[in-house]
């Protein structure tokens, strides 16, 4: 019994990794297409999403702000130990199934208003939490950072 409930932790986590990975991959097709650089995949705005994907899982909504000491998108980076954040955005919706596709499609929709996939971020962190029937919360985070050597010269 514990290593099927195991088994099942094991493939979701899978899941949730190819899926999450597949999203980022399709989103900086996304970026290149329209000649911007391609995010790259940050721990830190990962462990941001996540918190957020699991709160809105949690509290079965959709929603930019949560409850606590991470309320806002802006503490969750700051909780997550990203330093020098110059820019930032995040999108949260919510999908019937895990898989890159219908989230990316609902990217693109998004982006439609606000425009983010072409903002001159740096860095992306995506992720997901899944209610056992299949409802799953995505949380992705945008941001760039300062020049770290202009803040080190200007401290000095």
Not at 111 to 117: A, G, R
Request: aromatic share 10%.
């Amino acid at each position: 019994m514990q290593h099927q409930l195991m088994f099942k932790i094991l493939i979701f986590a899978i899941s949730a990794f190819c899926s999450t990975a597949q999203l980022i991959e399709a989103i900086n097709k996304f970026r290149l297409q329209n000649r911007q650089e391609p995010l790259k995949n940050d721990e830190h705005l990962t462990i941001a999403a996540q918190e957020h994907a699991d709160y809105m899982k949690k509290s079965n909504t959709v929603t930019h702000f949560s409850r606590g000491k991470s309320h806002t998108l802006l503490d969750r980076i700051q909780n997550s130990k990203y330093e020098h954040l110059k820019n930032l955005g995040q999108y949260v919706f919510m999908t019937n199934d895990d898989t890159y596709l219908p989230a990316f499609q609902e990217v693109l929709r998004m982006n439609e208003k606000d425009k983010y996939l072409l903002k001159p971020f740096e860095d992306i962190g995506v992720a997901l939490s899944q209610t056992p029937s299949g409802r799953t919360y995505w949380a992705i985070v945008f941001a760039s950072k300062f020049d770290s050597s202009l803040i080190e010269s200007i401290t000095n």
